[in-house]
């Protein structure tokens, strides 16, 4: 994956069994350490924490409800060498009025705990037990589904029944020069899953809530996590009226920038009334930053923030862009190394650099040609800026 690409494969018919109508297309790889495939549940959803060296895997899940709200919760795993094992934890919630919950904690892994098929995982720390565990078909009307429990100044019990099957990007082996050991990068993505359950903000009587969500994991193998990428992206559209969901993630690999030669690695989905149409990957795809400058309030004025993303999406059968514009401070922004006191984060910031995550929740509308028609998606966004290295 995220390389030029020679020719489209279409890979629709296998894609999802039970929607004969969906029309993927994925591109060829020219990089044959790349391969794109239909997720196969629930061997794809494992927890793998033997592997080699220095490893980071999570998992995600990114919702919307239908009372405005929205939030984002992970749960992960990671291997930093010398014997050093960390089970980090983040969740958010945003809704007008309330102020923006963004909540994270690193753990030695001794508290991350597994289910004997590796399928689910349970993360004991100081604010309660966390939970993502894999519910099969018969306990969700012949649907996968994560079951999501959060216990912390928000309370999530939610169930994320997928509605779409997914899609698995693995080994792009993409940063390191021939001959060398190779990066082991995974990704992935279920696009749509329904949301129903309940969140409890700050003490305050429990919500049931429903709405739209999506799934997203990631494995990163054989290096730091933050020695990927100087930046990355990622994007949610969720029209809840039609079932669509428009997804982006891109990150440029840790100094491309510098060295003349930014390579953009991307790839995202576009589905469309509950049916994903496209995956798309590799140049054709794009996230351009417009407007960007130095905020004195925003990571402490070490990288520009922009005022406006576009987001393009282009494949075989499908063309779709949205350039969303953001407010001069973002919904939430977090320095990830917060938590260490100041003499640990100093020594860290030269191991890992100077991560910080901006996210601007609000409103968009993207003009999407399917098939040669065209047709508008709108509804709730999520734009989630990763700094790293400066």
Not at 72 to 88: E, S
Not at 345 to 368: D, M, N, S, T
């Amino acid at each position: 994956m995220y390389v030029r690409q020679s020719e489209w494969l279409n890979a629709a018919r296998s894609y999802l069994s039970d929607q004969s109508s969906l029309q993927t297309h994925v591109h060829k790889q020219t990089n044959p350490g790349a391969t794109m495939s239909t997720l196969t549940l629930p061997e794809s959803l494992a927890w793998d924490i033997k592997l080699p060296k220095l490893t980071t895997q999570y998992k995600s899940v990114y919702f919307t409800l239908d009372d405005g709200s929205s939030g984002f919760a992970q749960l992960a795993w990671g291997n930093l060498g010398l014997g050093i094992k960390v089970a980090p934890m983040a969740y958010t919630f945003y809704k007008e009025g309330i102020e923006p919950v963004v909540e994270s904690v690193t753990s030695l892994a001794g508290g991350f705990s597994l289910s004997a098929d590796c399928q689910s995982c349970t993360l004991k720390h100081g604010t309660g037990m966390h939970a993502l565990t894999l519910l099969r078909p018969e306990s969700e009307g012949g649907a996968w589904a994560y079951r999501l429990v959060i216990e912390g100044v928000v309370k999530y019990d939610l169930v994320f029944t997928f509605r779409t099957k997914g899609y698995k990007v693995t080994d792009f082996n993409h940063t390191l020069p021939a001959g060398t050991s190779q990066d082991v990068i995974s990704h992935a993505v279920i696009p749509l899953c329904d949301v129903k359950g309940t969140y409890q903000v700050r003490g305050e009587q429990p919500v049931e809530c429903a709405g739209q969500g999506s799934f997203v994991e990631a494995i990163f193998s054989k290096t730091k996590f933050t020695d990927m990428g100087d930046r990355w992206n990622a994007f949610f559209l969720r029209d809840r009226d039609t079932n669509s969901v428009l997804h982006m993630l891109q990150f440029i690999p840790r100094g491309s920038a510098k060295s003349g030669d930014e390579r953009r690695f991307v790839h995202g989905s576009v589905t469309l009334d509950g049916v994903t149409r496209a995956i798309t990957s590799g140049s054709n795809n794009s996230v351009l930053h417009g407007d960007a400058s130095i905020h004195p309030a925003v990571t402490e004025g070490i990288f520009p923030i922009p005022r406006s993303i576009t987001y393009t999406w282009s494949g075989a059968n499908v063309k779709a862009t949205i350039t969303t514009a953001l407010s001069e401070m973002p919904t939430s922004q977090t320095d990830v190394l917060d938590f260490f006191p100041g003499w640990a984060k100093r020594i860290l910031q030269r191991w890992a650099g100077r991560p910080y995550v901006c996210v601007w929740a609000g409103e968009g509308e993207a003009k999407v040609e399917i098939d040669g028609t065209e047709r508008m998606v709108k509804g709730r966004t999520h734009n989630e800026v990763t700094f790293v290295h400066p």
